[in-house]
């Protein structure tokens, strides 16, 4: 399984953005997909996540209410809808997959089997 992330850019706070997640290889498999973010001399923390297979969403709540996680089955990608941006927000954003349902340990990137390489937010 391979993710692919794009989408991400520099801009001013209070802008928006549209990451997407393109997975590849077996995606059948997939039940849990999650976008994490790496803030600057911070460990990777967990932004959002959805039951690809149901469309349940989980969110961190310091995104909650400005950052949509969204999925396109058919085409096998995975969104992130950031609007509201502060400068709080200037991270690497990753996606990730794993093959059981989210659950109560959706925000454990632990939990998580593959990883893209992630995309650069930078706002100011």
């Known amino acids: 399984v391979q993710l692919v992330e794009s989408g991400g850019g520099s801009v001013q706070a209070g802008g928006s953005l549209r990451l997407s997640c393109e997975v590849s290889?077996?995606?059948?498999?997939?039940?849990?997909m999650a976008w994490f973010r790496r803030l600057t001399g911070k460990a990777r923390e967990a932004v959002a996540a959805?039951?690809?297979?149901?469309?349940?969403?989980y969110y961190n709540n310091s995104v909650k209410g400005r950052f949509t996680i969204t999925r396109d089955r058919a085409k096998n990608t995975l969104f992130l809808g950031v609007t509201a941006l502060v400068a709080e927000d200037t991270a690497m954003y990753y996606c990730?997959?794993?093959?059981?349902?989210?659950?109560?340990?959706?925000?454990?990137?632990?939990?998580?089997?593959?990883w893209g390489r992630g995309t650069q937010v930078t706002v100011s």
């Open positions: 990730a997959s794993k093959t059981t349902a989210c659950g109560g340990t959706w925000s454990s990137r632990d939990n998580f089997t593959y």
């Open positions: 959805i039951d690809v297979q149901i469309g349940r969403t």
């Open positions: 290889g077996c995606p059948y498999n997939t039940y849990c």
